[in-house]
């Protein structure tokens, strides 16, 4: 089994800055990928930064260059830096995280955690 848990949302006025972090633990023999999504209420989960375990990443058009998706391979840990926040960033935020365990991979989902940016 598999535990993914995000933590570092909150309340930011529009132009400040939030870092989130995602930690996966269990049986994990490697993470393939890591990645954030988000959803706004009312709307579908969107890719939002997509991180490969070598490093490789990719935006959501709408946060390039304000958001930095980053992980530490030894340590089943990835953060997503957000910078110059936007309203339209608001949403609950996931970590996602695709796990091999040998012979399969699975993907994993955190619960989420609240990213609220004010006017």
């Known amino acids: 089994q598999v535990q993914v848990v995000e933590s570092g949302g909150g309340l930011v006025q529009a132009g400040g800055s939030l870092r989130l972090s995602c930690a996966a633990s269990g049986s994990i023999i490697s993470i393939n990928s890591m990645g954030w999504y988000r959803q706004a209420p009312g709307a579908q989960r969107e890719l939002v930064a997509r991180i490969t375990s070598g490093g490789s990443t990719n935006y959501a058009d709408s946060v390039k260059g304000r958001f930095t998706i980053s992980r530490d391979n030894a340590k089943n840990t990835g953060w997503l830096q957000m910078n110059s926040l936007k309203v339209e960033d608001t949403g609950v935020y996931y970590c996602?995280?695709?796990?091999?365990?040998?012979?399969?991979?699975?993907?994993?989902w955190g619960q989420g955690t609240q990213v609220t940016v004010s006017s």
């Open positions: 996602n995280a695709l796990v091999s365990h040998g012979y399969t991979s699975f993907t994993y």
